[in-house]
T-cell receptor, first 121, second 112 residues
């Protein structure tokens, strides 16, 4: 059974860089049928797509975050990561990682449990 | 840019039927599939409709999805409402021109 687990610092200082990792178990991250995505949800608000990465390193970013965002993939560890620079309070959110399947019509499934990131001094 | 717009909230009584709309703008909603997710309070979103109108295994047949090209919108219909259906519902699709993955703003369903 595929499982995804996010890990991160919990608290990030304003203007610093947020780093998150998603560990994938139950399937190889090199499975060519899938992309690997990040989605976030500010407290009390809706879902926002952040970006996706393919096993070969191809990336797709939300235009609103592109200038601050870098995603990477480590196939040897079966994990992928996100770095978001110059964070502000507006980046406070629950961050989810999820598998994205194009054969399923671009469905995000399954999702990790999410990790709450608070940007505060 | 392609965007999806949902009503902020809907409410209905147990046993009734409710429909949640998801209207596309800046593109043709029928160009790519629409997915629907349910998010109960404090929980992770789960898929209730994929590929416009397909129900994943385990999702009750009370849930159905459709596309209306005339209004450029997708709809999620829940019949025989139960209190357990009370949740936030999000539509999601893909804009192949950019490419970009898009979520609607979410609809809070209250069953009272």
């Amino acid at each position: 059974q595929l499982q995804l687990q996010e890990s991160g610092p919990g608290l990030v200082q304003p203007s610093e860089t947020l780093s998150l990792t998603c560990d994938v178990s139950g399937d190889s991250i090199t499975n060519s049928l899938y992309y690997w995505g990040w989605i976030r949800q500010p407290p009390g608000q809706g879902l926002e797509w952040i970006g996706n990465i393919y096993y070969n390193g191809d990336t797709y970013y939300n235009p609103s975050l592109r200038s601050r965002l870098t995603m990477s993939i480590d196939t040897s560890k079966n994990q992928y990561s996100l770095k978001l620079t110059s964070v502000t309070a507006a980046d406070t959110a629950v961050y989810y990682c999820a598998r994205l399947g194009y054969t399923s019509g671009w469905l995000f499934d399954p999702w990790g449990q999410g990790t709450l990131i608070n940007v505060s001094s | 840019n392609f965007m999806l717009t949902q009503p902020h909230s809907v409410s209905e009584s147990p046993g009734k039927t409710v429909t949640i709309s998801c209207t596309g703008s800046g593109g043709d909603i029928a160009s790519n599939y629409v997915q629907w997710y349910q998010q109960r309070p404090g929980s992770v979103p789960t898929n209730v409709i994929c590929k416009d109108d397909q129900r994943p295994s385990g999702v009750p047949d009370r849930f159905s999805g459709s596309i209306d090209t005339s209004s450029n919108s997708a709809s999620l219909t829940i019949s025989g409402l139960k209190t357990e259906d009370e949740a936030d519902y999000y539509c999601q699709s893909y804009d192949s021109r950019n490419p970009n993955w898009v979520f609607g703003g979410g609809t809070k369903l209250t069953v009272l």
